[in-house]
């Protein structure tokens, strides 16, 4: 039986086309980009080319684009310089953000003696924007606001426009990490209150270990890894030429086909809700599944009992992948943070599927046909 992924909020597979776009760097164009001999100009030119096609995408300037290792990589550099270059001495955050922003908060907070604070979460799981603005009015301190444009796991969005807004109006500096929404969603960066946001290749058919980082042109921070001068001083380390072609050609196929791709997925995610709904009747959804919130992703509650205490690995031994949540901790037991906020209670077992151009109904149909003999 082949196995069927509906776990793409947490990898996608590679495109074939940007495969084929990485290959020559793997083998003929392998030079160093900073040799100055022929090998090292080759590739220094088709970072910069992969620079200048991201930003185009992004609506940023080249300049505002950098290169990193991923999403977690690019949240580290953006929130430690907030404290270390930009003077911040209060972090505003929410309880469900990706432990990349959490676990970075915290130390932080408790490592330079700083204010932390978090934002409350309405009963569907947005962030309480009124709230954000009592935060913001009531401590007049140096502020940078780190709030995520989409939820990783119930697949809630906020708006960039109305959060940025909020932060200019008290000169707060204003970071989201984009990780689960660059590649799926159009930007308009220079149109867009928003100082920093983050991406990671492998969300959108890229490479991993691969990311970006946007840092508007009128903010100057240090760098966090230090040791040579690529990318623009501001991250030291070999570039990953292969990673980086790939990654800007995923973004690049991404944007060409949008509309078509997003129409599509929208229907799985339409169809994965009714046909559930219809077969067990039990289940309801987390967050604003259909309002303000990601194509990509549906969030389950079962109701807990001796059938679905198992349920993800009974699905795995049937060659189904999914996700009890983020699967960026899947080692740890622990109940997720994110449905904990909800405050759903603990009688109730969630499963994520999240999906992709690659996926069909008939798995849908497969999916919904194991869990109704598996319930």
Known sequence: ???????????????????????????????????????????????????????????????????????????????????????????????????????????????????????????????????????????????????????????????????????????????????????????????????????????????????????????????FLHGGAQERNMRAGTENVYGIVGLAKALTLAHENHEADKTYIQGLKKYMYDALNTHIPSVHFNGDPFGESLYTLLSVNFPKNQKTEMLLFNLDIQNICASGGSACSSGAQQGSHVIAALNKGSDIVTVRFSFSKYNTTQEIDTVVQALTSLL
């Open 1 to 223: 039986m082949e196995r069927i992924y509906f776990d793409n909020a947490a990898t996608t597979p590679i495109d074939p086309m940007v495969l084929e776009s990485m290959l020559p760097f793997f083998k003929e164009q392998f030079g160093n980009p900073s040799s100055i001999y022929s090998y090292g100009r080759e590739t220094r030119m088709a970072i910069e080319q992969a620079r200048k096609t991201v930003a185009s995408i992004l609506g940023a300037k080249p300049a505002e684009i950098f290169f990193t290792s991923g999403g977690t990589e690019s949240s580290n550099t953006i929130l430690h310089a907030a404290v270390t270059d930009l003077g911040c001495t209060h972090i505003i955050s929410s309880p469900i953000e990706h432990h990349a922003t959490l676990h970075t908060v915290e130390y932080l907070a408790k490592a330079h003696q700083i204010k932390l604070s978090y934002v409350s979460i309405l009963p569907n799981g947005h962030i309480d924007t009124s709230d954000l603005e009592k935060l913001l009015k009531e401590d007049t301190n140096k502020t940078i606001v780190s709030i995520m444009h989409a939820n990783n796991e119930i697949g809630n969005c906020i708006h960039l426009e109305t959060v940025g807004a909020i932060c200019k109006k008290y000169n707060a500096y204003f970071h989201s990490d984009t990780v689960q929404t660059v590649g799926h969603f159009p930007f308009d960066l220079k149109n867009t209150a928003v100082d920093f946001i983050t991406g990671a290749g492998h969300k959108f058919h890229g490479p991993k270990g691969v990311g970006i980082l946007y840092i508007n042109e009128n903010i100057k921070i240090h760098p």
